[in-house]
């Protein structure tokens, strides 16, 4: 009979410890300066977006730097009448949830569709009937995700996006 064997204990609770050791993942930010060519409250170049009757904005990303001044101007490109197919510029707080926001929108139609105090809004166009167009002028938001729509009834679905300010 041989004791030779190691022991099966020992080795188990050598990998309780290195378990243990697998520390929880950190992701760290790259420590580069940020970029100084821009003083913080620049005017980056107007971003122009249009609208159609087929409910789709022209882009569903745009990018801005943050705290600077920000014109975007909305183009209604379609000709349906207004009361059937308008369009507006509806930039939101980061994470609230667009659907939600949407179908409190839908209520709110003597105030165009934006729900009157609601603290989710950051900025807004005017709503645009056919041939229409607003300018938006709002300083960019700090750095993060911010959803924008159009918030006329039924059209969150199709017209939404995503403003990155970086
Ligand atoms: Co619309």
Known sequence: MTLSRPSLLSSMF?????????????????EAAPAQEQPAAAAAAPIEITANDQ???????IEVPA??????ILKNIGT??????????TLL???TVVADFATKAMAAKATDYIPAGDPSVIAHTKLLG??????????????????????????FALMQGTLTSK
């Open 14 to 30: 050598l990998s309780a410890i290195l378990l243990a050791a697998c520390g929880k993942k950190e992701e760290k930010k790259s």
């Open 55 to 61: 409910m789709q904005f022209s882009t569903k990303a």
């Open 67 to 72: 705290g600077s001044q920000v014109t975007v």
């Open 80 to 89: 349906m009448p207004k009361e059937n197919m308008a369009h507006n510029f």
């Open 93 to 95: 707080k980061p994470g």
């Open 130 to 155: 056919p041939g229409e167009s607003d300018t938006l002028k709002f300083t960019a938001p700090p750095a993060g995700e911010y959803p924008f729509l159009c918030t006329f009834p039924g059209h």
